[in-house]
């Protein structure tokens, strides 16, 4: 099996806060950087999971873009698309109980363009298209010919909505059309983020997630798994949704719970 992924490669810097953050003073914090990015994320955990992965999108000719390639393709996952610019970088801000806010600069995957993409690397099993790729354009566009291309080859498709402000801030009606227009077969989303679309944009399966409450798998609700403890919930989605397109619900559940027992958003080595 081959899972391409499109979308983001950023570099990741994840602030766990001890206490609430105090207001013009210093909070004690665990910091950690490294690579991340909702569709690099998923190619992460999909070759940690066992299979093939290919992250497509446009990462930076910097210092940032060397790093992260070079720790995406430790991992296991095939990296492909143009190098120029500055790299993105977002900045997660973890509070004591877990629970994310992210600061977002995507920097260079936002330049992706429709005429970039080489029909090699959309050829898989599985396309799985971050949802902020079909925010902006040029990416859009790249985002939906790359869908025309998989589809060609007999690939399914998925989308992460992937954010619920991303989405309003974008612009609602332009990211629905976009999702309409990519017709997935599977749409991942949170509860914020369903509400901001409508569960009826698409005819699709989809995986809604309820975060510690667990997941509903097309209507099946299933509890989140028990976890010693809650180190970072950055990633998790991604870990789940590389999950279920390998292995279905159970592998999903299984590696949502091994992303947030540990700090960053991609698996610490491959599993593969």
């Known amino acids: 099996m081959l899972v391409c992924t499109l979308g983001d490669l950023t570099l990741d810097v994840v602030v766990r806060l001890a206490a609430p953050v105090a207001t013009g003073g210093d909070t004690n914090a665990s910091i950690h950087v490294g690579p991340g990015g909702q569709a690099a994320n998923v190619a992460a955990w999909?070759?940690?999971?066992?299979?093939?992965?290919?992250?497509?999108?446009?990462?930076?000719?910097?210092?940032?873009?060397?790093?992260?390639?070079?720790?995406?393709?430790?991992?296991?996952?095939?990296?492909?698309?143009p190098v120029s610019g500055r790299n993105g970088t977002i900045c997660s801000l973890v509070a004591p109980d877990g629970e994310r806010s992210m600061a977002s600069d995507r920097g260079a995957a936002t330049e992706l363009r429709a005429e970039d993409l080489e029909p090699a690397w959309l050829a898989c099993d599985h396309?799985?298209?971050?949802?902020?790729?079909?925010?902006?354009?040029?990416?859009?566009?790249?985002?939906?010919?790359?869908?025309?291309?998989?589809?060609?080859?007999?690939a399914r498709v998925s989308v992460d909505l992937a954010s619920w402000s991303g989405i309003r801030d974008s612009g609602v009606e332009g990211f629905r059309d976009a999702v309409r227009s990519a017709a997935p077969d599977v749409?991942?989303?949170?509860?914020?983020?369903?509400?901001?679309?409508?569960?009826?944009?698409?005819?699709?399966?989809?995986?809604?997630k309820h975060g510690a409450h667990g997941c509903s798998f097309g209507g099946d609700e299933r509890k989140a798994l028990s976890v010693r403890e809650v180190l970072d919930s950055t990633g998790a989605g991604d870990a789940l949704a590389a999950g279920w397109i390998v292995g279905g619900p159970d592998l999903a559940l299984e590696a949502a719970a091994q992303c947030v027992q540990q700090v960053g958003a991609m698996p610490i080595t491959s599993q593969a």
Do not use: C, K
């Not at 992250?55 to 095939?78: I, K, P, Q, S, Y």
């Open 46 to 81: 999909a070759a940690a999971l066992g299979v093939s992965a290919r992250f497509v999108g446009t990462t930076g000719a910097d210092d940032a873009g060397d790093l992260v390639r070079a720790r995406l393709a430790a991992l296991g996952a095939e990296i492909a698309g």
């Open 127 to 154: 396309l799985h298209v971050s949802g902020y790729a079909l925010m902006l354009e040029p990416v859009r566009s790249a985002a939906l010919r790359a869908v025309e291309l998989a589809r060609a080859g007999g």
């Open 187 to 208: 749409v991942f989303a949170n509860d914020e983020e369903e509400r901001e679309v409508g569960a009826d944009l698409v005819q699709a399966v989809w995986i809604v």
